[in-house]
């Protein structure tokens, strides 16, 4: 099982830019759908962006246009860039995989690994 770590979540004002990091302890490259979801209190974990081993990318309505996601293959290192930060994105985000080619879900059931989440704070 791949164990993953996040990285790079801090508090910043609105309108502002975080990336997050998710190191791998194994390469994910042409095995593994990898994803970001986020979590706040009270309500269900929710994706964020997915990068199947296909290469394309989805990314949920609410965070088109602002969020990327990438991958260093080299490193294992997966990233969410975040750009246009607002209030609602303030969350727990979690890196996930799953060994799945050209596969993936919205779902956070179907990923069966999780990394330890790190907290974003969106001010006004």
């Known amino acids: 099982q791949v164990q993953l770590v996040e990285s790079g979540g801090g508090s910043v004002q609105a309108g502002e830019s975080l990336r997050l990091s998710c190191t791998a302890s194994?390469?994910?490259?042409?095995?593994?759908?990898m994803a970001w979801f986020r979590q706040v209190p009270g309500k269900e974990r929710e994706g964020v962006a997915i990068?199947?081993?296909?290469?394309?990318?989805y990314y949920a309505d609410d965070v088109k246009g602002r969020f990327t996601i990438s991958q260093d293959s080299a490193k294992n290192i997966l990233y969410l860039q975040m750009n246009s930060l607002k209030p609602e994105d303030t969350a727990v985000y979690y890196c996930?995989?799953?060994?799945?080619?050209?596969?993936?879900?919205?779902?956070?059931?179907?990923?069966?690994?999780w990394g330890q989440g790190t907290q974003v704070t969106v001010t006004t």
């Open positions: 996930a995989a799953k060994v799945a080619s050209n596969a993936y879900s919205w779902s956070s059931e179907w990923y069966k690994a």
């Open positions: 194994e390469s994910f490259l042409n095995n593994y759908c």
């Open positions: 990068l199947p081993s296909s290469g394309r990318t």
